[in-house]
Structures are given as C-alpha cells and as structure tokens.
C-alpha cells in the first residue's frame, strides 16, 4: 500500500510539474495479478485496482491496522475490464464491465477473479472510513440514476451515471460514478467549483495511447495543471478545484467522501476569477 500525505495549498504553488505529479497523480494502478492501494491521507480515502489473472483476496496491510479490510471500512468497486467475479463473504457476483458494487463494513472475506484470464476484469475501487454497515448492493448502470448535462457547443456535453449515493445505494460517506462525455466534447466540470467539505479522486478513462487529458487543479487563483494518460488518477484536495479539458472525449470514475454526501454541495468558481 502506497502511502500519499495531505498537501498545504500555501506550499502547492510552489511545485514544480514534477512534484505535482509525484504528490497527485498515480501513474501504474493496474497490474495484471495484483492488488494495488494507495492511501491518502486526505480524508483517508484508500483507492486502487485489482486486475486478477488467478483469484485474489484482499487483505488489510499493516497501514490501517485492522483484521481484516473492511473491519471499519466500506468500499465501492466499479469493473472496468472484462468479466469478473467477487465473492464477499462466500456470497458470488458476477460483474460485466462497467458494473459496480457497494460492500459495506464488516465483510471479511472479498476475492477477486476474472472469467477469461486473456481479458481479465479490471477493478477499480474507492474505500471509505464507516460507522455502521449498509447492504452490499450489486449495481448495474441501467438501474442508476443518470444526468445529461452540458452541450456540444460548449464542449462539455456528458452523461453522469451516479452509482453510490443517498437514495439510490445508501453508504456511510462514500459517493461514486462515472462520467462519460459524448464525441466532441472534452471539458469536465467547467465552470469548475471546489467543495471544502469533501475531498475528490478521478480515474481517467476510454483514452488511447496518443490521447490524454490536461487536469486542472489548485485554487482558483492558483491553477496548475497535470497531465494524465489512460487509468490514471488525480487525487483532489477539498481546497482545489477539479476540471480537465482532453485531446479528445474520455471518461472518468469520480469518488468523494467527507463531510457530507450531498452530490450538489459545491462552491461555483466564477470564469472571471480563474487565473
């Protein structure tokens, strides 16, 4: 498990393109027969893959001191490979791609495995501190609510296919979907808001290898921006904005836990005052 410290926004604006990267972006999550963490200690979200070739059972790591993963945690998982199976607690799911699931604290025992190991399922999680133990639900994007937002003239026209959220598959803090923008357009949450209350990761999605997207991050008035390439992550601080523009449309898993669960609690960022 990777450990990744909180960032002082006083000292961010300091960063070289280097230093941004090493202390927000995870380059090589997916790994074929691996399980991969990363820990952050911003409102210690632990996210991460598991690409399992043979099966593979998570296990706690010495960093979060518990029995087992879920001991005081719960976890949302999105596939975005090939067919795959996980069992909680002996109990069996099959997910296609792009299905997810919602495993609430207590769960011991969660193993990964894939149908075909040509085409093995690649599972993307986010992880959550919890208080108390809510269904494992399994989710298929059909059955979610989705928004249509934006428009083709302002580059920003996308689907957002809300999978864990107030109403739809309780949790105790954690929020997850996914976004997709429709051909033509390449700008994500612009105009770009903060939410100090809650703090943010992007999976990168649906990009080929000469394709990439420019991540914008920092305070309003202190943008930076990271370059990202297919199933990478951004970590986003509650105090930094959180927008990319692509060299083409992609895709993107957005994960958010804190404060609240109110997906619309944010703080608008006027145009005007972006510098």
Same mark, same amino acid.
């Given at each position: 498990?990777?450990?990744?410290? @909180?960032?002082?926004?006083?000292?961010?604006?300091?960063?070289?393109?280097?230093?941004?990267?090493?202390?927000?972006?995870?380059?090589?999550?997916?790994?074929?027969?691996?399980?991969?963490?990363?820990?952050?200690?911003?409102?210690?979200?632990?996210?991460? @893959?598991?690409?399992?070739?043979?099966?593979?059972?998570?296990?706690?790591?010495?960093?979060?001191?518990?029995?087992?993963?879920?001991?005081?945690?719960?976890?949302?998982?999105?596939?975005?490979?090939?067919?795959?199976?996980?069992?909680?607690?002996?109990?069996?799911?099959?997910?296609?791609?792009?299905?997810?699931?919602?495993?609430?604290?207590?769960?011991?025992?969660?193993?990964?495995?894939?149908?075909?190991?040509?085409?093995?399922?690649?599972?993307?999680?986010?992880?959550?501190?919890?208080?108390?133990?809510?269904?494992?639900?399994?989710?298929?994007?059909?059955?979610?609510? +989705?928004?249509?937002?934006?428009?083709?003239?302002?580059?920003?026209?996308?689907?957002?296919?809300?999978?864990?959220?107030?109403?739809?598959?309780?949790?105790?803090?954690?929020?997850?979907?996914?976004?997709?923008?429709?051909?033509?357009?390449? &700008?994500?949450?612009?105009?770009?808001?903060?939410?100090?209350?809650?703090?943010?990761?992007?999976?990168?999605?649906?990009?080929?290898?000469?394709?990439?997207?420019?991540?914008?991050?920092?305070?309003?008035?202190?943008?930076?921006?990271?370059?990202?390439?297919?199933?990478?992550?951004?970590?986003?601080?509650? &105090?930094?904005?959180?927008?990319? +523009?692509?060299?083409? @449309?992609?895709?993107?898993? &957005?994960?958010?836990?804190?404060?609240?669960?109110?997906?619309?609690?944010?703080?608008?960022? @006027?145009?005007?005052?972006?510098?």
């Amino acid at each position: 498990m990777e450990l990744r410290t @909180a960032a002082s926004p006083k000292d961010v604006k300091h960063y070289t393109t280097e230093r941004l990267r090493e202390e927000f972006l995870v380059e090589n999550l997916f790994k074929a027969g691996e399980i991969t963490s990363v820990y952050s200690h911003i409102d210690r979200i632990i996210f991460g @893959a598991v690409v399992p070739v043979t099966s593979l059972t998570l296990t706690p790591g010495e960093e979060i001191r518990a029995e087992y993963f879920l001991q005081r945690r719960e976890m949302g998982v999105i596939n975005v490979g090939g067919k795959g199976k996980i069992s909680v607690d002996g109990t069996e799911y099959t997910l296609e791609n792009r299905d997810g699931m919602y495993i609430g604290m207590g769960a011991k025992e969660v193993v990964f495995s894939s149908e075909d190991k040509e085409n093995p399922a690649k599972f993307y999680y986010n992880s959550a501190p919890a208080h108390k133990t809510y269904p494992t639900v399994h989710i298929k994007p059909e059955n979610c609510i +989705c928004v249509e937002l934006g428009t083709l003239e302002q580059s920003n026209h996308r689907v957002i296919t809300k999978y864990i959220l107030p109403g739809q598959v309780e949790s105790c803090q954690l929020v997850m979907g996914l976004t997709s923008l429709k051909p033509g357009s390449v &700008w994500n949450t612009m105009p770009c808001h903060t939410h100090d209350r809650r703090m943010e990761a992007y999976l990168y999605l649906d990009l080929p290898e000469d394709a990439l997207v420019f991540h914008y991050m920092g305070e309003p008035a202190e943008t930076r921006h990271i370059v990202v390439r297919n199933e990478q992550v951004v970590i986003s601080p509650s &105090w930094s904005i959180h927008s990319g +523009c692509g060299t083409r @449309a992609y895709s993107f898993i &957005w994960g958010m836990l804190g404060e609240n669960q109110d997906f619309d609690d944010m703080d608008g960022v @006027a145009m005007s005052t972006l510098k």
